[in-house]
C-alpha cells in the first residue's frame, strides 16, 4: 500500500535555510517533499503551499517582531505548523505551543530533529525536541498544567542528553514509554491552553453579541 | 610597690622593737611620764602591726587605716615627745623622731606628696618642741641638727626614690603596651597576607603545581594525563577570568568561558539553557562549572552542556560521547558544598550533573 507522501511547505527569509531544510527533508526516511517555498506567508495560503500537509515558519520573518499573528491564523484554519526560530527563548516556545503550534523547533537543533518533527506533525501529532522539552520543565507560569515527578525527569533528562536511550536507561523504562510520556505531557499542555482560550474566545464572541460589557468583566 | 613596702615595713618593725625599745626600756625611769610613753609607744607598735598585716599580704592599705594612722601617728610623736627630758631631744632618747618617720613612710608609701607633707609636718612639730623648750647649747643644737638632717633626709630621699621608680613603672608598662599592639599588628598583617596568597593561589588551581611539574621536568607534555591536566588549568584560568566581568548572568558566561576551552581543543559543543536567570553566589558557581571544566576536559568527541534553571534549584549537565576516560571516578576536581554532583555513563555516552538548590 502506497503512503502518500509528506508535503511542506518552507516559508523563511533566508534563501540558503530554505534550500537546506529542503535538502534535510527530501534525506530523510522516507523523504519529504517541499511543494513550494518562500519568504512570505502568503506562499502557505495561495498556490500549492495551500494544500501542503505542514508548514514550516519562521518566526522572524524579516524583522523582530515575531509573527505571532501569522501562525494564529494558520493554526486558526487548522493548518499543520511547525515553528523553526533562530531564537531558543522560552516565553516565545510557550505562546507559540499556546497559539496551536505542533512544534517549537530551533535552528540551533540538527536535522534530525526537523525531519521527525515535519513527520510527525504530517499526522497531526506533537514533537517534543529538546530544547522544547527544557522550556517545558523550567515553566513556571500559572497557567501550566500539574505533572507529575515521572514526567518532569523525563523532560529534564531528554532536555540534558539528547538520547532516548540515555534517558530510559537513566530512568529504567523503554524508549517507547519516554515517547509517550512526551505525548502525554503535550496533551496536558494543549488542554490546559484550549481551556484558556476557550474563555477568552467566550468572553469575546458574548461581549460582541452584546450580552456582557467589558465594565462587567 | 609591694616589694618596696615590704622593705620599707622591714625598717619599720627593726626600728620599733630592736632600735627603739630597748632604748625606751632601759630609759623609762628618766622619762616625764612612763604610762604616756608606753601609751604612745604601744600605739606605734598598734599601727606598725596593723600596717604589716595588709603589707604582708601584699595588698594596698585601707583608707581607714591610713586616716586614722597618720594623724594617730603624728600625735604619738607629739606626745611622746613631749615627755622626753629637754635636754634629751633629738638624742636615741627620743625614740619616737625616726619610728614615727618609717611609719608614715610604711602609711603612706603610694601618696609621695601627702607623705612629703606629712614627713614636713613631723619634722617641723618636732623642731618646734624642741625650741619651745629652751634654747639649747650649740652641742645639743649640732647633734639634734645632725640627726633631724640625715634621717629626714634619708626620709625624703627614699620618698623620692619611690616617686621615681613608680614612674618608671608606669613608663615601661606603657611602652610594654605598645609594643604588644605593634608586634599584634604586624602579626595579624602577616597572616592576612598568607591567607591572601593561599586563597589566590586556590583561584589558579591546578595551574601552579602543574607549571612547576613541567619546568622541573616531572610532568611529561607528551603524557595523555598531563594534557587533561593542563586543559582543566587553561579552563580554570579561563573562568577566573570571566568571573571579574560584570555581566548580567553570571554563570552563563562563566559556561560560555569554560566551553570556549574545550572547542578550541577541537571538541563540539553545543550549549542549550533554559529557564530564567538566577542569582547564584561564587562560591556555588565555582562548584557548579568545576565537574563542567573536568568533563570536558577528559573528552574528546562531541558534548552538550546543558544548564535549567527551575526557581529552586539550578542543574547544569554535561552529556558526552567518545570520551577518552572511561572510569569517570578517575577525573578529580574539587568539590564544594552545597553542589550535588553526579556522574554515569552508559553505552558511549556519558553524564555529569551538578545540582545547586537556592534557599537551602
Same mark, same amino acid.
Given at each position: 500500500?502506497?503512503?502518500? $507522501?509528506?508535503?511542506? =511547505? /518552507?516559508?523563511?527569509?533566508?534563501? &540558503?535555510?530554505? +534550500?537546506?531544510?529542503?535538502?534535510? %527533508?527530501?534525506? #530523510?526516511?522516507?523523504?519529504?517533499?517541499?511543494?513550494?517555498?518562500?519568504?512570505?506567508?502568503?506562499?502557505?495560503?495561495?498556490?500549492?503551499?495551500?494544500?501542503?500537509?505542514?508548514?514550516?515558519?519562521?518566526?522572524?520573518?524579516?524583522?523582530?517582531?515575531?509573527?505571532?499573528?501569522?501562525?494564529?491564523?494558520?493554526?486558526? $484554519?487548522?493548518?499543520? =505548523? /511547525?515553528?523553526?526560530?533562530?531564537? &531558543?527563548?522560552? +516565553?516565545?516556545?510557550?505562546?507559540? %505551543?499556546?497559539? #496551536?503550534?505542533?512544534?517549537?523547533?530551533?535552528?540551533?537543533?540538527?536535522?534530525?530533529?526537523?525531519?521527525?518533527?515535519?513527520?510527525?506533525?504530517?499526522?497531526?501529532?506533537?514533537?517534543?525536541?529538546?530544547?522544547?522539552?527544557?522550556?517545558?520543565?523550567?515553566?513556571?507560569?500559572?497557567?501550566?498544567?500539574?505533572?507529575?515527578?515521572?514526567?518532569?525527569? /523525563?523532560?529534564?533528562?531528554?532536555?540534558?542528553?539528547?538520547?532516548?536511550?540515555?534517558?530510559?536507561?537513566?530512568? #529504567?523504562?523503554?524508549?517507547?514509554?519516554?515517547?509517550?510520556?512526551?505525548?502525554?505531557?503535550?496533551?496536558?499542555?494543549?488542554?490546559?491552553?484550549?481551556?484558556?482560550?476557550?474563555?477568552?474566545?467566550?468572553?469575546?464572541?458574548?461581549?460582541?453579541?452584546?450580552?456582557?460589557?467589558?465594565?462587567?468583566? | 610597690?609591694?616589694?618596696?613596702?615590704?622593705?620599707?615595713?622591714?625598717?619599720?618593725?627593726?626600728?620599733?622593737?630592736?632600735?627603739?625599745?630597748?632604748?625606751?626600756?632601759?630609759?623609762?625611769?628618766?622619762?616625764?611620764?612612763?604610762?604616756?610613753?608606753?601609751?604612745?609607744?604601744?600605739?606605734?607598735?598598734?599601727?606598725?602591726?596593723?600596717?604589716?598585716?595588709?603589707?604582708?599580704?601584699?595588698?594596698?592599705?585601707?583608707?581607714?587605716?591610713?586616716?586614722?594612722?597618720?594623724?594617730?601617728?603624728?600625735?604619738?610623736?607629739?606626745?611622746?615627745?613631749?615627755?622626753?627630758?629637754?635636754?634629751?631631744?633629738?638624742?636615741?632618747?627620743?625614740?619616737?623622731?625616726?619610728?614615727?618617720?618609717?611609719?608614715?613612710?610604711?602609711?603612706?608609701?603610694?601618696?609621695?606628696?601627702?607623705?612629703?607633707?606629712?614627713?614636713?609636718?613631723?619634722?617641723?612639730?618636732?623642731?618646734?618642741?624642741?625650741?619651745?623648750?629652751?634654747?639649747?647649747?650649740?652641742?645639743?643644737?649640732?647633734?639634734?641638727?645632725?640627726?633631724?638632717?640625715?634621717?629626714?633626709?634619708?626620709?625624703?630621699?627614699?620618698?623620692?626614690?619611690?616617686?621615681?621608680?613608680?614612674?618608671?613603672?608606669?613608663?615601661?608598662?606603657?611602652?610594654?603596651?605598645?609594643?604588644?599592639?605593634?608586634?599584634?599588628?604586624?602579626?595579624?598583617?602577616?597572616?592576612?597576607?598568607?591567607?591572601?596568597?593561599?586563597?589566590?593561589?586556590?583561584?589558579?588551581?591546578?595551574?601552579?603545581?602543574?607549571?612547576?611539574?613541567?619546568?622541573?621536568?616531572?610532568?611529561?607534555?607528551?603524557?595523555?594525563?598531563?594534557?587533561?591536566?593542563?586543559?582543566?588549568?587553561?579552563?580554570?584560568?579561563?573562568?577566573?577570568?570571566?568571573?571579574?566581568?560584570?555581566?548580567?548572568?553570571?554563570?552563563?558566561?562563566?559556561?560560555?568561558?569554560?566551553?570556549?576551552?574545550?572547542?578550541?581543543?577541537?571538541?563540539?559543543?553545543?550549549?542549550?539553557?533554559?529557564?530564567?536567570?538566577?542569582?547564584?553566589?561564587?562560591?556555588?558557581?565555582?562548584?557548579?562549572?568545576?565537574?563542567?571544566?573536568?568533563?570536558?576536559?577528559?573528552?574528546?568527541?562531541?558534548?552538550?552542556?546543558?544548564?535549567?534553571?527551575?526557581?529552586?534549584?539550578?542543574?547544569?549537565?554535561?552529556?558526552?560521547?567518545?570520551?577518552?576516560?572511561?572510569?569517570?571516578?578517575?577525573?578529580?576536581?574539587?568539590?564544594?558544598?552545597?553542589?550535588?554532583?553526579?556522574?554515569?555513563?552508559?553505552?558511549?555516552?556519558?553524564?555529569?550533573?551538578?545540582?545547586?538548590?537556592?534557599?537551602?
Amino acid at each position: 500500500m502506497a503512503v502518500a $507522501a509528506v508535503t511542506a =511547505v /518552507v516559508i523563511d527569509d533566508h534563501p &540558503a535555510v530554505r +534550500a537546506g531544510v529542503a535538502h534535510w %527533508l527530501s534525506a #530523510g526516511e522516507p523523504p519529504i517533499s517541499v511543494v513550494a517555498e518562500g519568504k512570505d506567508v502568503g506562499c502557505a495560503w495561495v498556490g500549492p503551499g495551500a494544500a501542503a500537509d505542514v508548514v514550516i515558519l519562521d518566526l522572524h520573518l524579516g524583522g523582530h517582531v515575531p509573527a505571532l499573528g501569522d501562525l494564529r491564523r494558520l493554526t486558526d $484554519a487548522g493548518r499543520r =505548523v /511547525v515553528v523553526y526560530s533562530m531564537r &531558543a527563548d522560552d +516565553a516565545t516556545a510557550l505562546t507559540c %505551543l499556546e497559539l #496551536g503550534a505542533l512544534c517549537y523547533l530551533t535552528k540551533a537543533e540538527g536535522d534530525d530533529h526537523l525531519v521527525e518533527a515535519t513527520r510527525v506533525a504530517a499526522g497531526g501529532g506533537r514533537y517534543t525536541p529538546p530544547a522544547l522539552a527544557g522550556a517545558l520543565a523550567a515553566d513556571r507560569s500559572e497557567r501550566r498544567p500539574a505533572l507529575t515527578l515521572r514526567e518532569t525527569e /523525563v523532560l529534564i533528562e531528554w532536555f540534558q542528553s539528547e538520547s532516548k536511550d540515555l534517558v530510559a536507561h537513566r530512568l #529504567g523504562i523503554s524508549p517507547s514509554t519516554v515517547n509517550s510520556h512526551l505525548e502525554r505531557i503535550r496533551i496536558k499542555y494543549a488542554e490546559a491552553g484550549r481551556a484558556v482560550s476557550t474563555k477568552v474566545a467566550l468572553a469575546a464572541r458574548a461581549i460582541e453579541d452584546g450580552l456582557i460589557d467589558i465594565d462587567d468583566l | 610597690m609591694p616589694t618596696v613596702r615590704l622593705a620599707l615595713l622591714a625598717v619599720l618593725v627593726f626600728t620599733q622593737f630592736a632600735v627603739s625599745a630597748p632604748t625606751m626600756l632601759s630609759g623609762h625611769t628618766r622619762y616625764l611620764s612612763h604610762e604616756l610613753t608606753f601609751v604612745t609607744y604601744g600605739a606605734a607598735a598598734l599601727l606598725t602591726a596593723a600596717s604589716a598585716v595588709w603589707v604582708l599580704r601584699r595588698r594596698p592599705l585601707p583608707r581607714a587605716l591610713v586616716v586614722v594612722g597618720v594623724p594617730g601617728a603624728l600625735l604619738a610623736s607629739v606626745v611622746s615627745t613631749a615627755v622626753v627630758p629637754p635636754d634629751r631631744y633629738f638624742t636615741p632618747f627620743d625614740w619616737s623622731f625616726g619610728l614615727v618617720g618609717w611609719l608614715l613612710f610604711v602609711l603612706l608609701a603610694d601618696r609621695t606628696a601627702l607623705l612629703l607633707a606629712a614627713l614636713g609636718t613631723h619634722v617641723a612639730s618636732s623642731v618646734v618642741q624642741f625650741a619651745m623648750a629652751g634654747i639649747p647649747d650649740r652641742l645639743v643644737l649640732g647633734t639634734g641638727a645632725i640627726l633631724v638632717i640625715s634621717g629626714t633626709g634619708l626620709q625624703v630621699a627614699v620618698a623620692l626614690g619611690i616617686r621615681a621608680l613608680r614612674r618608671g613603672e608606669r613608663m615601661s608598662g606603657e611602652v610594654a603596651a605598645e609594643r604588644d599592639r605593634v608586634e599584634t599588628r604586624q602579626a595579624l598583617a602577616q597572616q592576612h597576607g598568607s591567607e591572601h596568597w593561599l586563597r589566590f593561589a586556590g583561584h589558579l588551581g591546578t595551574t601552579l603545581p602543574l607549571l612547576t611539574a613541567i619546568a622541573d621536568g616531572t610532568a611529561d607534555p607528551r603524557d595523555a594525563e598531563v594534557r587533561r591536566e593542563a586543559a582543566r588549568a587553561a579552563a580554570q584560568l579561563r573562568r577566573l577570568f570571566a568571573e571579574n566581568d560584570d555581566v548580567p548572568d553570571p554563570l552563563v558566561h562563566e559556561l560560555s568561558s569554560c566551553i570556549d576551552v574545550a572547542e578550541r581543543r577541537g571538541i563540539t559543543v553545543s550549549l542549550v539553557i533554559s529557564g530564567e536567570t538566577t542569582p547564584v553566589p561564587t562560591v556555588a558557581r565555582r562548584g557548579l562549572t568545576e565537574p563542567v571544566i573536568a568533563a570536558l576536559s577528559s573528552t574528546e568527541g562531541k558534548a552538550r552542556v546543558s544548564l535549567l534553571r527551575t526557581g529552586a534549584e539550578v542543574r547544569v549537565a554535561v552529556v558526552t560521547n567518545g570520551m577518552s576516560q572511561p572510569e569517570a571516578d578517575r577525573v578529580a576536581y574539587p568539590r564544594l558544598p552545597g553542589v550535588e554532583v553526579s556522574w554515569h555513563a552508559y553505552g558511549g555516552h556519558r553524564r555529569m550533573e551538578a545540582k545547586w538548590r537556592s534557599q537551602r
